[in-house]
């Protein structure tokens, strides 16, 4: 039989697709190929996920060893770095939002689950998340709300113990817990965060704790925080942990206002300029970036800051001193302060200076040399306390809530705080309701 010709027209199109055929085989080829020529070539990925590299799959982990060596290899394909960003990029330009973080699973306890069982979310504990308007968020904050190790009645109940410990003692004092920038700038959170829910439960049970103890030593540093955020403030930084220079001073002006108003209503806050730090977050994220802050002062004319110092007596573990001299319109807080607090004091101390007559900065008891000899360091923090006429205790939301041993509201702490405050002159029974 004679071969009838196919029309030009249809072999013209065959020889099309045959060219796409061989040009799409060549470009998948590539792509297959290039990761594993450019590790023969030298090239390693690098962690840029805020989390280590997934650890090699094991033969005892069953059929959950093909997830793990998927997991294992996908995270050392050396163009990976390359193709994060790219997914960011494009994720940005085409959404205005970042991707959705990547997740691992595990339990979560009944401190975010309504019913009070056992659920599975993400695991926040190792992430950087990232919101709108490019403000970064510590997923620790989440992994601490939703998977409380400790309850919040615990805690609540050691706030209240030293507070009235602090009173009974005959001590001015004002007790801090500053929240987690999550729970301030809700409304730059990610979309669809699973655990946005019980994180904020979680918080309203904590921050409605503290305020139902109905103490005055307890500081409600949160609706300051609140309403300084409503007011269109950003409290927090937008690539950091911390507050701003403007909520620093906010969560500050609170506590002076409490042990002595006189000081806080002579202290205006006054703009003194702009200055770039590097965001702690974008350092945990694996790419160092700096973001503005707008620096605020406590105006005080006619105040003398007096020269400061420290002691270093553990070596890394340092006692900052604050002194200054006021004047009739313009007082500063009487007395011998002793302020116990983590990095939120610590960056607060410059605006600290013209408000004190005698200031010595203690700091958190989890801190490097207090971990390795924690009976000298508690020994210091019991000092401090019992020669101050005004003690302030700080924790950050995530710390305060938690059972860390080195935390102040670690029970045996508060029990050693106690018994030392009844030693102090002027104690009367502790612990009255």
């Not at 659920?119 to 992994?143: I, K, M, N, P």
């Not at 400790?150 to 004092?173: I, Y």
Request: overall charge positive; proline content about 8%.
């Amino acid at each position: 039989m004679a071969r009838v010709p196919l029309p030009r027209r249809i072999t013209d199109s065959l020889r099309r697709v045959g060219v796409l055929r061989t040009l799409t085989g060549v470009v998948g080829l590539v792509v297959l190929l290039a990761p594993v020529i450019l590790w023969a070539a030298g090239e390693r990925a690098t962690a840029v996920e805020n989390r280590p590299f997934a650890a090699r799959p094991a033969l005892d982990q069953g059929w959950e060893a093909t997830d793990q060596a998927t997991a294992f290899f996908t995270d050392r394909v050396p163009v990976r770095n390359a193709a994060i960003d790219l997914r960011r990029t494009v994720s940005d330009r085409l959404f205005g939002e970042p991707p959705p973080p990547a997740a691992r699973s595990g339990p979560v306890g009944a401190g975010g689950a309504a019913s009070g069982g056992t659920r599975y979310v993400q695991d926040r504990s190792l992430q950087v998340l990232e919101g709108r308007e490019g403000t970064l968020f510590f997923g620790e904050e989440f992994a601490r709300a939703c998977r409380p190790d400790a309850p919040t009645s615990e805690t609540l109940e050691q706030v209240r113990r030293l507070a009235l410990g602090l009173r009974a003692a005959g001590k001015r004092a004002a007790i801090v817990i500053v929240p987690d920038k999550s729970g301030i700038e809700t409304e730059l959170l990610p979309k669809d965060l699973p655990e946005r829910g019980c994180a904020a439960k979680a918080r309203q049970e904590r921050f409605d704790g503290l305020r139902r103890l109905g103490l005055p030593e307890v500081v409600d540093v949160q609706s300051d925080l609140l309403r300084l955020r409503r007011s269109g403030v950003r409290p927090y930084l937008r690539l950091d942990t911390h507050v701003s220079s403007r909520g620093s001073a906010t969560f500050l002006a609170s506590v002076v206002r409490r042990l002595d108003p006189r000081v806080a209503r002579s202290a205006p806050l006054e703009r003194t300029g702009t200055e770039r730090a590097q965001g702690d977050l974008t350092v945990i994220q694996g790419q160092p970036a700096e973001g503005p802050d707008e620096i605020y002062r406590f105006a005080r004319p006619g105040v003398t800051v007096l020269p400061g110092g420290q002691l270093d007596p553990l070596g890394g573990f340092p006692l900052f001193h604050l002194a200054a001299t006021g004047t009739r319109a313009h007082p500063v807080v009487p007395g011998r302060t002793a302020w116990f607090g983590d990095s939120f004091t610590e960056r607060a101390l410059p605006q600290m200076e013209p408000l004190f007559a005698d200031l010595w900065r203690v700091p958190e008891l989890t801190r490097g040399p207090a971990r390795e000899r924690p009976e000298e360091a508690l020994g210091l923090v019991l000092d401090q306390f019992r020669q101050a006429e005004n003690v302030v205790v700080e924790l950050v939301e995530r710390t305060a809530f938690g059972r860390a041993k080195g935390s102040i509201f670690y029970p045996p702490t508060v029990d050693r705080i106690l018994a030392a405050l009844r030693e102090a002159p002027g104690a009367q029974a502790t612990e009255r309701r």
